[in-house]
T-cell receptor
């Protein structure tokens, strides 16, 4: 998957707990994205980053925060997990804004 | 693996036939379009793209057609193979000062052997 590693691949967590998902790339791409994928919806953007320490909100950012301290790592944190955040989360990278994306294999998160 | 969706439009074709997957996009100002393929348990993968100044682009066994008049995009797969079974997404990229990517919900393609 184009040098993108997501961890963990699967996680079950309890409502109210914090959760951090990690995305690591070896392509040195500037842009990194976090999407969620739910039945009946297209991929929806949570947050994205356009450089180290440069991040911005997507369309479904409430309840999520991100950090990018290094080019290769982009972390997604659910501050207090809720059942509505049960989803499959994909990290993606691109060389430039609006360019085609390369996606990781996804993290299935279940909040019980 | 990760499931994509339970209620997607579905296209079922016989192995060896041609497949046509359609997508209606929303914004007439979108100037770049991408088709992605997502196999079960994997992330989406780039297939082919097209700029708004083109109406057709061909790749290996795939062709994308763009009709800006009716805001319609199609993906044609020639001689469909079992390995083509997947969910196919179109994405439109809109330049609003920064770029915004809007993904379609997808179409599931089943290839019957």
């Amino acid at each position: 998957d184009a040098g993108i590693t997501q961890s963990p691949r699967h996680k079950v967590t309890e409502t109210g707990t914090p959760v951090t998902l990690r995305c690591h790339q070896t392509e040195n791409h500037r842009y990194m994205y976090w999407y969620r994928q739910d039945p009946g919806h297209g991929l929806r953007l949570i947050h994205y980053s356009y450089g180290v320490k440069d991040t911005d909100k997507g369309e479904v950012s409430d309840g999520y925060s991100v950090s990018r301290s290094k080019t290769e790592d982009f972390l997604l944190t659910l501050e207090s997990a809720t059942s509505s955040q049960t989803s499959v989360y994909f990290c993606a990278i691109s060389e430039s804004d609006g360019a085609r994306c390369f996606f990781g294999s996804g993290t299935r998160l279940t909040v019980v | 693996g990760e499931s994509v969706g339970l209620h997607l439009p579905t296209l079922s074709v016989q192995e060896g036939d041609n497949s046509i997957i359609n997508c209606a996009y929303s914004n007439s100002a979108s100037d770049y379009f991408i088709w992605y393929k997502q196999e079960s348990g994997k992330g989406p993968q780039f297939i082919i793209d097209i700029r708004s100044n083109m109406d057709k682009r061909q790749g290996q066994r795939v062709t994308v057609l763009l009709n800006k008049t009716v805001k319609h995009l199609s993906l044609q797969i020639a001689a469909t193979q079992p390995g083509d079974s997947a969910v196919y997404f179109c994405a439109e990229i809109l330049n609003t000062g920064g770029f915004k990517t809007i993904f379609g919900a997808g179409t599931r393609l089943f290839v019957k052997a």
